[in-house]
């Protein structure tokens, strides 16, 4: 080892941040997450633990965030982005956790050395941190923005005058390359219609606002919950996630939203993206991940047709069990689709096999990658007539409209916007494509969560034993019938998920299969809801 640990700076630095006693941390796909004032100790040990990883991958920049995402204020969060921009090594996320978990100075210093022997990092190395410094890492602070544009600064930084160049390392390159790309793609297109859209009270706000600067008038935003210095109102009663889970319009856009109009709803640290949208009588429509994947998907494929690149070029799709059985199906007849556990880094891995790669959770966070032998083909082939020209162009400004780092829910908003506007769909046209099935999500709070384990996809249990044959009964009594049983990678609770052609019986399924679950972990009867929402 060429050098070795700064053993009294640490210890120094490490004992104004002690470890809370009796808390456990877990570095789940969303990084650490508990409650700010709990944090302290995890934050200061994941500066340490990025500048290992730079030091470990050649003094590559590494991402640190710090967010509360689509939760409401009082949780918080840190996770690291790895150099490419995506998420941090799957292998990783066991070394964050058993370091931060160690549960004094001391323990911290010997599972640092542990861990440094282990993995044989040369400490000689320099260490670059993008938003944090910690033992003489060189640190850059790109202060308050979002998740989705720190993914992008990482990855614009690690691949600078390299033929992979991503873009100009700063948010102005960001917000630049987005609304060019956005300009040419719409060019020539009707004029679109102003988009409403709720930030959240969050981050999106700013960015948004300087997107909306860029863009002009090629797409007017009117941006709404905006007020990210009001304590307690971050994703309060609005943002993507209240919209996913209840199933109707943020209270603040009631006044706002009229019939016809598209809207779209944000999440606190803006990487997850659900439009909606109010018809003639005023009832509400949800156009989720599941709707967006659908639209995008088969818009690509449509290019690639046009381009004259049809069997060159394999467009697929990734899925969760979460995923709607209304989308599977219609995207199933049409290309190929790929179910997958639960968490953005699995989803992301397996869109990688694709030579496009689209993959959206029903909650709104998706992205669309393009493999770098399709952009070698894509900037190489030369097309034999006027149309295939224009399409392999839009393909092109897609790559770069397309923050393909991680799910970004302004990236994806533009992306939405030139579907529609090349296919003159409206929110109704786009919400026809399929129908969706009737569904219920359901959260139970058992005692532990880890007696639950899945298989298929997380479309089975396994564990408790004979629990499955149970659901597996109900769900056979309702047409149209689906439900699985996942816990929850953040907290002890187990999420039921069910489908039924018919509203009444969704609900009447979940509920049913939570009861199952209650009685399995040895609920008081006394107690058992008759919902569990």
């Known amino acids: ?50 500048a290992l990883r730079s030091k470990r991958l050649d003094g590559k920049t590494i991402g640190v965030m710090i967010t509360a995402s689509h ?7 840190v996770k690291l982005v790895d150099p490419r921009g995506e998420m941090l090594e799957a ?22 050395d542990a861990f440094v022997k282990i993995l044989r990092i040369d400490l000689s190395k320099p260490a670059r941190v993008d938003g944090f410094k910690a033992i003489g890492a060189e640190a850059r602070n790109a202060g308050v923005t979002t998740t989705p544009v720190l993914h992008y600064l990482v990855k614009a930084i690690n691949t600078k005058g390299t033929k992979d160049a991503y ?12 609304s060019t790309a956005f300009k040419k793609l719409v060019a020539g297109k009707p004029a679109i219609p102003p988009l409403v859209v709720d930030c959240a009270n969050g981050v999106g706000a700013i960015v948004g ?31 993507a996630d209240f919209v996913k889970t209840s199933q109707r319009l943020p209270p603040s856009l009631a006044s706002v939203l009229k019939p016809g109009q598209r809207a779209c709803s944000l999440d606190g640290d803006a990487d997850r993206l659900i439009y909606y949208y109010l018809d003639d009588r005023g009832q509400f429509h949800m156009l989720d991940g599941d709707k967006i994947a659908t639209l995008v998907s088969t818009f690509i494929v449509d290019l690639t047709k046009s381009a004259g ?48 790669g689209v993959y959206f959770e029903a909650n709104g966070h998706g992205t ?12 190489s082939y030369q097309p034999s007539t006027p149309a295939q020209s224009t399409a392999l162009n839009h393909l092109i400004n897609l790559t770069q409209v397309i923050n393909q780092t991680v799910g970004d829910a302004l990236s994806d908003m533009l992306l939405v916007e030139v579907v529609l506007a090349h296919k003159s769909y409206s929110g109704v046209e786009w919400d026809s494509l399929y129908v969706d099935l009737p569904n219920r999500l359901v959260k139970v709070v058992v005692p532990d969560r880890s007696i639950f384990k899945t298989e298929d996809a997380e479309r089975r249990l396994v564990s408790p034993p004979g629990l499955q044959a149970k659901i597996d009964e109900l769900v056979r009594r309702y047409d149209g019938g689906r439900a699985f049983v996942r816990p929850s990678g953040t907290e002890d609770v187990v999420r039921v998920y069910a489908e039924a052609s018919v509203r009444s019986q969704a609900d009447e399924l979940a509920f049913r299969v939570a009861g199952l679950v209650y009685d399995e972990v040895g609920g008081d009867p006394a107690k058992r809801p008759a919902e569990f929402l």
């Open 1 to 50: 080892m060429a050098s070795s640990l700064p053993v009294d700076a640490i210890r120094e630095l490490s004992q104004k941040h002690e470890k809370p006693a009796n808390v456990h941390f877990q570095y789940g796909t969303a990084g650490f997450r508990t409650l700010g004032n709990l944090l302290d100790s995890v934050m200061f040990r994941v500066g340490i633990l990025a």
């Open 368 to 379: 669309v990658l393009f493999s770098p032998e399709t952009l070698e083909k894509l900037s």
């Open 71 to 77: 939760n409401p204020e009082p949780d918080n969060g």
């Open 167 to 178: 873009g100009d390392d700063s948010e102005e390159g960001y917000l630049r390359k987005l």
């Open 209 to 239: 606002e300087k997107l909306s600067e860029k863009l002009g008038d090629t797409l007017k935003l009117i941006l709404h919950n905006t007020a990210i210095n009001t304590a307690g109102a971050l994703n309060n009663a609005c943002g």
């Open 91 to 112: 292998a990783w996320e066991t070394h964050a956790t058993n370091l931060a978990n160690a549960p004094t100075t001391d323990a911290f210093i010997d599972a640092l």
């Open 309 to 356: 690149l049809e069997g060159e070029i394999q467009v697929g799709i990734v899925q969760t069990a979460y995923a709607n059985g209304g989308s599977t199906k219609y995207l199933s007849e049409r290309l190929p689709v790929k179910c997958v556990p639960t968490g953005v880094k699995h989803l992301h891995h397996a869109a990688e096999h694709y030579d496009i």
